[in-house]
């Protein structure tokens, strides 16, 4: 299973526009259903003020940021998992995916279209509806994978008896546990499995068992708020289903992306009241949900943002530099970005008796900043 996060959505939603903004190579965007056939793929660079700060005390020649990697997968309708639309090819798309994150439109536009249960008629827009189509169709097709599996299962278990039973009761109680949620159009994730049990069903690739985030596509004129009567009815949504919530206009970050300039970015987003780029907090929350984690290496010649697993063990992290690192790993010198942040140098920590010697079990936290030693 690769590590992305994929965006899903009705039709006409702002899908290819918010991945167009994300990744700065535009995809279609045009207004007609299905406009996205083949997956749109982009490679984001993931904004780290810890990278930045660790530019400012190395001075490196050069920074090389984490990445997120999205792909922007076609408008699902009602049907789609009986193949309706172009239904069956874009469900593949989503079970390679990682992350899901199911883009609600949450803004009134006259001149764009907005379809749910046909592609060529016009739908009122009601986020409660939009979402109810996307999980239905989602948790219909996780019900015919379950099915046609526990067709094979219970064949196996005729054939082979009380051994081949117990072999797969992970697999059974699992199974007893996810099915009422997907008869009812509700998410896999929100059955409570044990890690067994999560372990028997991976290989089915579930696609409501993925983690997923909601992004509200906002207009404009709800920049300032940050909210509006759609964005209120997904939070509420997400609350039960215990998702996360990011809050974009499409518009002005798709605006946004074509400002080079550092400066004019800043106050481009002061002019609008924010902060951070909405973007940059869908990144972060796609990166967090694939259970990815950030150390880092600096010095003169560069500073870096490495990609691991949480839970990943020294080794396995200096793997990630280069497999030999890791087949000869001996230790790792380790400090971390807030040290940096307290005392000033790498001398400072030393003397501060913060600068630490880890073995093969230290697991790799993040932020930690990293010199691996090796013996090939």
């Excluded at 690769?2 to 991945?19: A, H, Q």
């Excluded at 009422?180 to 929100?190: C, D, S, T, V, W």
């Excluded at 870096?304 to 790792?332: L, S």
Aim: aromatic share 8%; charged share 30%; glycine share 8%.
């Amino acid at each position: 299973m690769s590590l992305d996060c994929g965006i899903v959505g009705l039709p006409n939603v702002g899908k290819s526009t918010i991945f167009s903004a994300l990744t700065a190579a535009p995809a279609a965007a045009e207004n007609f259903p299905f406009c996205t056939i083949e997956p749109n793929i982009g490679i984001v660079d993931l904004p780290d003020e810890r990278l930045d700060f660790l530019e400012s005390v190395f001075h490196p020649k050069k920074k090389i940021p984490a990445c997120v990697k999205f792909v922007d997968i076609a408008g699902l309708i009602k049907g789609a998992a009986k193949g309706e639309g172009l239904g069956n090819q874009f469900l593949a798309n989503i079970r390679e995916t990682s992350v899901i994150a199911h883009v609600v439109r949450c803004f009134d536009n006259p001149d764009i279209m907005h379809v749910r249960e046909d592609a060529k008629a016009e739908a009122e827009i009601n986020p409660l509806d939009d979402i109810l189509t996307i999980n239905m169709e989602l948790a219909l097709a996780d019900l015919d994978t379950v099915n046609k599996r526990r067709e094979k299962v219970e064949r196996s278990v005729r054939a082979l008896g009380k051994d081949e039973e117990k072999r797969l009761s992970s697999w059974m109680s699992a199974v007893e546990k996810i099915k009422p949620f997907l008869e009812e159009g509700k998410a896999a994730r929100q059955a409570e499995l044990t890690d067994d049990e999560k372990k028997s069903v991976y290989d089915m690739h579930l696609l409501t068992i993925k983690p997923q985030l909601y992004v509200c596509n906002i207009d404009e004129s709800s920049i300032p708020s940050g909210s509006n009567n759609y964005v209120e009815t997904v939070k509420k949504i997400a609350a039960e289903e215990g998702s996360d919530v990011v809050v974009i206009c499409g518009k002005f970050e798709a605006d946004l992306s074509e400002i080079t300039d550092p400066l004019e970015r800043k106050e481009f987003m002061e002019s609008a009241g924010l902060k951070e780029s909405g973007l940059t907090t869908l990144a972060h929350k796609a990166y967090g949900l694939m259970g990815l984690r950030t150390f880092f290496t600096g010095g003169e010649d560069e500073c870096r943002a490495w990609t691991i697993r949480k839970g990943d063990t020294a080794p396995k992290a200096a793997g990630v530099i280069h497999t030999d690192f890791e087949k000869g790993f001996i230790k790792a010198e380790a400090y971390t970005i807030d040290d940096l942040r307290k005392y000033g140098s790498e001398a400072k920590i030393k003397e501060a008796g913060k600068y630490r010697i880890e073995g093969k079990d230290y697991v790799v936290q993040d932020g930690d900043v990293l010199f691996f030693k090796f013996n090939v």
